[in-house]
């Protein structure tokens, strides 16, 4: 299951559900004592008339503190992770990317994300259970 927004001309984002997962020693962001690495896939569709230029920045919270996001782009089951795509998306396009973060309490995680900061709302997905 995955949670959709999608924007008057087309474009949509989606999150799926947080999935547990185990940052390999390349990641280089801070873990808490008692935090819990969830990996979300996004996928950004292009339904407008418009060639859309990405530039995401996922934002999260959880348990009432921010969570950290996790930059680790060696992770051979989510390669790249922490590092959102730039590439020109056409009309009629999907490109999808995993982002992950450190959360303190996975059944309680609020995520806030646009497709680009420049031109879209951010969506804001709350309660996305684990």
Known sequence: MSHVATYD?????????PS???????????RAEGDTSVVF???????SSEVLEPIVFPEASSGGKPAI???????PDYPNLGMAP???ILPGQTIEFYT????ADPSNITLEVSPTSFKYENAIFTNIPF
């Open 41 to 47: 896939k996004v996928v950004l569709t292009n339904n």
């Open 20 to 30: 547990e997962f185990t940052p390999t020693n390349l990641d280089y962001m801070p």
């Open 69 to 75: 996001m996790v930059a680790d782009v060696g992770n």
């Open 100 to 103: 992950a973060f450190n959360v």
């Open 9 to 17: 001309d087309g474009v949509s984002i989606s999150m799926s559900q």
């Open 86 to 88: 730039t590439m020109s």
